[in-house]
C-alpha cells in the first residue's frame, strides 16, 4: 500500500481540514482524516496520475489555485507512518523501518502522551521504544501504545473511516468579530468559497448559482430581520475561484447591511457537471478559456450596470426585417436554431424610425449626402397583422462620412395607404 500523508498549517482556518480532504477525494476514493492531517491510500492511483511525483505536483498546483496552504506532506506504506514522517518533515531516503526508528516520540501521538516517563527511562526515539519488553510495557502504558506503534511500522492493519462528499455543498463561518459593512464579508466569504471550489474539484462538477446568507446580531433594531441574503448567478458552469470572488466581491460593494453581522453562510444546492475539453494550440473563437473570460467580464459589467444595460442580441423567424432580432438583458435564455436573414441586419434599431430629408434628385441625406453601399431589398409583408402591420418597403446600406453604415428605408405609398411616404433611418450598424 501507498499511503500519503497531508499535514495542513496550524493557522489554517477550520474549514479548510474538509477542503483538502476534499481535494484528495478528486484522486483517490480512499481518503480519511488522521489527527490534525488527511491520509490517502493512493496506490490504486499511481498509475493513472503517472507516478508518485507526478501525483503530488499535480495535487499541489490543486491546492495553490484553489488557496489553501499546505503544510508537510510525506509518504509511507502506513497512514499513521507517513504522518509520523510528514510530522518531522522527514524526506530522507531509506528503509521505512529505520526512518521510522530515527523519528522523536512526538511523531507518534500515543507516545507523546507519555512522553515524562519515556524520557526518564532514557527513550527518545521510536526505535528505542519498540526495543522495550513488550510485556511490561503493556502494563505500564496500556495496550494502546503498543496497538499505535504496530499499526504504524505495517505489523498491524489499520482501520480508517472513509471519507464522502456530501450532495450538496452547505458551510457556515462565525465571524471573529461583528461586521458592520458588506464589502467586508468578502474577506471571510473567501474561506467558504475555497471550500465551495475544492468540494467542486472533487466531484468534477461547477456551479451556476450560489448563496450567501448572513446572521444579523441579536442586539440589531426590532424592525429589522434575523437574516440577510444574496444570490449570485454566473453565465456559465464554473468552479474558478477568482471569477467566483470577484463576482461575489461586486454584489456585496452593492449591498447595505441592515445590522452588524456575526456568522455567514455559503450553500448550492445545484451542482451540475462541468465538461472540460482539451485545450487548443492556439487561442481563438471556440477557445473554452477565452469565452470564459469574456462572461466573467460581462458579469461584472452587468452587476455594475445593472442587468438591463448588459443586453445579448437573438435572431427571430419572421418576414419582416425589423422583427428578426432583438436584444435580452444577458444572460438570454439559450436560442432556438433560425434561419439567418436573407440581408444585413444592423446592431442597432431605432424605436421609432427617423424620418430623412431628401435631395434634388430624391435620395436621402443625414448630416450630409450619404453613399449607396447595397439595396435596395424589396418587402411586403406583414399582413396578417391588417394595415396597421402591413409594411411595403425597400430597405437600403448606406454609408454617412459622420455617421458610419446605416439601415435606411424608402416606404412604398401607393401599397399602403397608411403609411408615410418618404425615407426613413431605421437601424445603425456598430
Known sequence: MRWLALCYTPDAPAGDADALAWLALSFTPRV??????????????????RGARALRQRLQVQATAAGLALGPMAWAPTGLGALALARCADMNPGRFSDRLDALPLSALSAAQAHHAMLARLGCTRLGELRRLPRPA??????????????QAYGDLPEA???????????????LPWRVEHAPVLLHFAEV???????????????????????????????????????????????????RLTRLLGEHLARTTLAAPAGE???????????????????????????????????????????????REGRLHEDHRLDRMQSWQAWPAPPA???????????????????????????????????????GPHRIETGWWEGLRGLQTRDYFV?????????????????STPSASPGWFLHGVFA
Not at 32 to 49: C, Q, T
Not at 264 to 272: E, F, M, Q, T
Open 32 to 49: 480519511a482524516r488522521l489527527e490534525e492531517a488527511v491520509v490517502a491510500e493512493v496506490s490504486g492511483s499511481l498509475r493513472l496520475f
Open 137 to 150: 510495557l503493556a502494563r505500564r502504558f496500556g495496550p494502546g501504545l503498543l496497538t499505535a506503534l504496530d
Open 160 to 174: 480508517h473511516e472513509w471519507l464522502t462528499l456530501p450532495e450538496r455543498f452547505d458551510a457556515r463561518l462565525e
Open 192 to 242: 467558504l468559497l475555497r471550500q465551495l471550489c475544492t468540494f467542486l474539484a472533487a466531484r468534477h462538477a461547477g456551479i451556476r448559482a450560489l448563496r450567501l446568507a448572513w446572521q444579523y446580531d441579536a442586539m440589531r433594531a426590532r424592525d429589522v430581520a434575523d437574516s440577510g441574503e444574496l444570490t449570485v448567478a454566473t453565465a456559465d458552469t464554473t468552479r474558478d475561484l477568482t
Open 264 to 310: 455567514i453562510r455559503l450553500s448550492a444546492d445545484s451542482v451540475l457537471a462541468l465538461e472540460e475539453g482539451s485545450a487548443s494550440l492556439l487561442p481563438g473563437p471556440s477557445d473554452p478559456a477565452e469565452r470564459t473570460t469574456t462572461n466573467a467580464l460581462l458579469e461584472r459589467l452587468s452587476v455594475r450596470l445593472g442587468a438591463d444595460h448588459v
Open 336 to 374: 432556438v436554431a433560425v434561419r439567418r436573414p436573407s440581408g444585413p441586419q444592423p446592431t442597432w434599431l431605432l424605436q421609432t424610425p427617423l424620418p430623412l430629408r431628401c435631395d434634388a434628385r430624391e435620395q436621402p441625406l443625414y448630416c450630409g449626402p450619404l453613399t449607396l453601399i447595397s
Open 398 to 414: 448606406y454609408r454617412s462620412a459622420t455617421r458610419g453604415l446605416l439601415w435606411v428605408y424608402h416606404d412604398r405609398p401607393s
